[in-house]
């Protein structure tokens, strides 16, 4: 089997540590053990398993985990991954008093990141992938070049409406290692993961124009079964031709084009 | 492997676009997104998908959707699908006062409908697939020639006891594509549905007089590798034997016969 | 594969119609329409799979279900099935105010199954699958010979210290056939349900003195897909040489011996 | 295939009876049930599973378990298994009102085993496999030698930070049998846990200095269908070449060596 189109496949990692066990209101040593998992376990793996196979991935970042944990994140960025923005504290922006309180998430978000890495991040994702109603707004005016959030899609594209132009990397929730469930929640068995996430691999290059956009925690997906799920799952991608991507390289590709792959389909 | 019987093979569409998001309270741009998901990628794909097969479907459109994406509606209409009625705004029937709010709600549904393709629909499916103790009375004096709710039967049938003549195409939770999950609440792999549809539909054949009914909604189902489950399970009905048939079809059978298909098994 | 050790197989059919559904304070046609399915559709599959099969099942059947519902339950007992008792309104004993509510409750099932069959029932499962800490007791005062509610073993047995000898069939949640969820919470396909079932059913013979004990509503199971994994392990079940006997049966072989399976392992 | 570095396997086994139950204030004859079923069906069955295969376990023992139900503490004991500590009543440490009421629970726990085992236990899990702030303060003063509980690692370590070298065993709900489900709320089935058992311990070997940490409990593993799960992945860590450990046996390597296992794969 191959694909009839050519497919950009884009791994996101998340890279949560204790931040959202902590928003959740979620204490104690049990609890913020999981940032230790993902930095020190999670991370390493996944970056000798996309290491290994020369791809490149969008790292997300909260700016508090950034400032708590910066050598796993300049680990990534040495090896060439992009790293972007995913608030401060992890916070969701429908909890957020209004656009002003949102300002100065995202902002602290961005200083944190330049401190860790020398970089200004250009691409964003809210925590919980869902933007409240000024968002978008918001990152247009902080110079951001894309944003990572809705489910209205399943290719990146350039949205009309936006004040300025800001690419539109979506993500889906059947493509993310929360399907795994959380901490005593356990929901899904790896191989129900891996035949979610197969069937879609398999199935998107019957339409034209589209993103395989994978999104991924290194505290979930660090385990030894659940890595082992994730590179069949690249190895296959490969194998049917994936053009592996950051979320920043097709970004700048739309941005240059000056229009979404969503118009390819249409 | 072939059906002992032959079986009326049934697909129904609930258009719901943003509607059943906002009822449930729901808001936001990436909430809301998953209409613009529905009428711009899933609709597309799922008319593609019945029309290469020849399938002609039953597509229930609550009225705001219809208003809001006409061009959507029309498409499934001039690809030879019933449109059929499903509240205004997605209401559930129980959370309305009384007969006479679910009257208007029923109303205005049939006047969008109208007003956007030019048909008066003859069908109706309440959002939820629940009635109110009076829905099936208002259909009744309505002019409905059939409702889609009951969970009492798994063949159409001319229930007894209603006032005028009303059949009832029957639906089943198993049936729906909702057994994905909702949002981030996913919950079964393309696996696992895929293994519900076709255990219920290679035993279907086993009983005299049966339909299978199936229910899809375009931002659901419009995922690729959810899009080929529905194929493999329409290609899989198809090799059975079935007789595909919009609701329509079947009220108009039932209502000709005087008598519904329970009545032949039992 | 064969057993090491004989086998008792048990299947239990618990007609409670819409009284489960009543009770959880869910009211309206498509509800109380399961009613309709477990009494109309369900249970002549159920009766035909099993007399097809010269399978005689234990029907436990709430008061009023036998009052609303009565050939159903005489078409079961002309079948050669044991009629047991299952509440009145299927009323969880944890839910009563004290001994003599649920006495007059008991009382009410028993009275009510006289009507109807012509015959006093010998068996008691409680509503919910759980005794109230009076219900034993209640159970030796009104002249039952077993109960069916524990989950303190998988055999049968006679149990020590009640007030006079009543046998115990017990019943465990995972061979019950609520594993598929209930109404619009789906849970398990059928796949998953069939490989539960099948995974007890082929180990269980390594340990003496065993029972499988199946619990089946007819609203649930009816469903062809179900169905036939039902069959598929009353099948696999033959072959592997079950003894398929009634809780009664059980019940007097062990009131008989004095003494319980579970003392054979033990 | 086999695994390219040692992996320690550790069986442990979390003998609540009905202490989980009581806990969580669920009462009556069927809930309670459990602990009969925990102690008399699925512990015998363990020990048998664990001895036909030479295998050492680690049982975790509330101190009122090893009250109520001495002789199946003792029997494990006898056959050779580690008696471990794991609160008086399953008491959950974040539910307790502060340090000393954890202190006078653990040291009533302890109090407990040593009169029926006559040995003072080295190793302490607690109940819900969650340390409150004070827990690890407290075992290091109360002379243990491990505790077992987080999910920072996947390999068995000598944390840093501790007031004195107090070692850790992890554990990770993936690898607990509580995926069933519990009572009512069944949620995978055995091929689902299965799945997940085999899939990390398959792939766990490709990393250095691990440790694959299976939890289980007599009254939910106990059932025939589970107990071949469990057989089969016993069976499998034999034939990657499992090194089967006892938490003790681990805590002593470490504490000998003065270093966790975790230092060996960073």
Known sequence: MSWEHPVDVVVTVDHDAETAAMQAG??????????DFGANIGMPRLLDA???????ATVFVPGWVAEQRPESVQAAAAAGHEIAAHGYLHEYPASLMDAGEERMVISRAIDALVAVTGTRPVGYRPPGS????????????????YGSATQDDDGASLPAGR?????????HWQLCDDLYGWQ???????????????????AIGRYPGRAFVLTVHPH??????RMAVLE????????????????????????????GSADIES
């Open 220 to 225: 979930q997906v660090g385990h030894p079964g």
């Open 130 to 145: 869902r933007y409240s109603d000024w968002t978008v707004g918001l990152l247009c005016d902080l110079g951001f070049r």
């Open 232 to 259: 069949r799952v690249l190895d296959r991608a490969h194998s049917l031709g994936a053009r592996f991507r950051t979320c920043e390289q097709i970004a700048a590709e739309l941005l240059a084009d000056g229009r």
């Open 163 to 171: 004040p300025v132009p800001l690419a539109e990397i979506p993500c």
């Open 50 to 56: 996309l290491g290994s196979r020369g791809i490149a």
């Open 26 to 35: 979620r204490r104690g040593p049990s609890m913020t053990g999981i940032g």
């Open 184 to 202: 005593d929640d356990v929901r899904m068995s790896p191989g129900q993961v891996e035949d979610t996430w197969m069937s879609e691999l398999e």
